[in-house]
T-cell receptor, first 114, second 114 residues
Framework: AQSVAQPEDQVNVAEGNPLTVKCTYS??????LFWYVQYPNRGLQFLLK??????LVKGSYGFEAEFNKSQTSFHLKKPSALVSDSALYFC????????????FGSGTRLSIRP | DTGVSQDPRHKITKRGQNVTFRCDPI?????LYWYRQTLGQGPEFLTY????????KSRLLSDRFSAERPKGSFSTLEIQRTEQGDSAMYLC????????????FGPGTRLTVL
């Protein structure tokens, strides 16, 4: 069964520093991977996806993610964090049996201090 | 705002009562999804529609849950005889057929069962 794991419940970073939010995956077949962000009182927002192609995927708000097949990881990164990046981040994978079903990780709360 | 909308945003009910939630997808999106999110967890897939056809239902969707999308536009999710374990955020998302991997989420309906 497809799954993703987010090993950190919380990540704290100082504004201006680079940030990384970790995600590892377990899939059969080719992975279709996603990152979503959830701000308070707002819906989940799509950040980026990896389906095929370059291992470095660029997304919204200056975020990017690096697909690493050998380490089965899909870490979310940003070179310089902003306070406004503080939110809940979810890694996700497309279900292997149902293309319309997305399986989410448990989430990582990112806190950027001024 | 032409995003996904959900109504109500909050619902408090007593155990045993029935509740109904509504989702209005983005107008040109023919796929509509329902997810449930409990505290500290990522969203879990419940069901999805392609136009008016309900194509998949999760095992999480017990007999007390029913979803409809009668005209292929808005959808309703009804929970009968609510239980305290039904307390959660109910999220709706929509997508096009072509870009079904990019699901756009609404703000959610937070259900509290007393």
């Amino acid at each position: 069964a497809q799954s993703v794991a987010q090993p950190e419940d919380q990540v704290n970073v100082a504004e201006g520093n680079p940030l990384t939010v970790k995600c590892t995956y377990s899939v059969s077949g080719n992975p279709y991977l996603f990152w979503y962000v959830q701000y308070p009182n707002r819906g989940l927002q799509f950040l980026l996806k990896y389906i095929t192609g370059d291992n470095l995927v660029k997304g919204s708000y200056g975020f990017e993610a690096e697909f690493n097949k050998s380490q089965t990881s899909f870490h979310l990164k940003k070179p310089s964090a902003l306070v406004s990046d503080s939110a809940l981040y979810f890694c996700a994978v497309r279900d292997g049996y149902s293309a319309s079903k997305i399986i989410f990780g448990s989430g990582t709360r990112l806190s950027i201090r001024p | 705002d032409t995003g996904v909308s959900q109504d109500p945003r909050h619902k408090i009910t007593k155990r045993g009562q029935n509740v109904t939630f509504r989702c209005d997808p983005i107008s040109e999106h023919n796929r509509l999804y329902w997810y449930r999110q409990t505290l500290g967890q990522g969203p879990e897939f419940l069901t999805y529609f392609q136009n008016e056809a309900q194509l998949e239902k999760s095992r999480l969707l017990s007999d007390r849950f029913s979803a409809e999308r009668p005209k292929g536009s808005f959808s309703t999710l009804e929970i009968q005889r609510t239980e305290q374990g039904d307390s959660a955020m109910y999220l709706c998302a929509s997508s096009t057929d072509r870009a079904y991997n990019e699901q756009f989420f609404g703000p959610g309906t937070r259900l509290t069962v007393l």
